[in-house]
């Protein structure tokens, strides 16, 4: 850990100077090639996420969230109702380039622009959008902007148990930082909390790691990647786990 001794002797963190606050974000529009995200709206999304996630038949895409899955357009759109509402997390549609619609959600949220922390979860793909290009290029657009709005540390947390979440962070370039015990109670169920972060120093070198990857070079005329994420990203991993 980095620090710096004080007049007494003691170790204390390093200086912070001329630090101001993040800016709150305001549910921009962000664009990419593959996908953009916008605020997330039950008008404009609902219908078409919930066809999308209706794909999952066995309802998996839920087991580790604290709600879900839904039986009806009316129960779902409820929810998304509520969700649009909320100023914390702050939620976002994923909008699929390939067909126009709407086929996965995410947020910010635990937003501290005061201390410069941010955390991305909620995050709900359909099976249209798992394992694309436009899935990860939407977890690059929302981390390119928490950073762009000033924020110091970018989180990501899931369910210790959720093994897919876990290899998805290191990939994206989250380093693990321990399990929180008995966190959490979801569906009845204990959770213990696994923990990553990026912080901003670490942010130019994953910027361009996106970037290489994102790049039209990295995939074949049958859009397949000729290198995979991790090929770039793993070198800014601080730990494993």
Known sequence: MEHELNSLGQ???????????????????MEGHFCALERLDGERHAADLHAANAADA?????????????????D??????AAAASRDPVWYAVIDKA??????????????????????????????????????????LM???AFALGYRRYEWKCNALNSPSRAAAQRLGF????????????????RDTA??????????????????????????EHGRQRARLSHYTSGVLKQRG
């Open 76 to 81: 779902y759109r409820a929810w998304v109702d």
């Open 175 to 190: 380093s693990y930082e321990g399990v929180f015990r008995q966190a959490r109670i979801d569906k009845g169920r204990n």
């Open 11 to 29: 170790p204390v963190g390093l200086a912070v100077p001329d630090w101001k606050p993040a800016r709150l974000p305001s549910g921009e529009r």
């Open 195 to 220: 923990w990553y972060a990026i912080i901003d120093k670490e942010w130019p070198a994953l910027q361009a790691a996106f970037r290489q990857w994102l790049a039209p070079a990295n995939f074949d």
């Open 58 to 74: 066995e309802g998996g895409m839920w087991t580790y969230m604290g709600y879900g899955p839904f039986a009806s357009l009316k």
């Open 143 to 145: 981390m390119e902007n």
């Open 99 to 140: 067909t126009g619609k709407a086929a996965g959600v995410a947020s910010y949220l635990r937003i501290d622009a005061a201390m410069g922390t941010i955390e991305v979860g909620h995050i709900a793909w359909s099976p249209q959008l798992q394992r694309t290009p436009a899935a990860t290029e939407a977890m690059y």
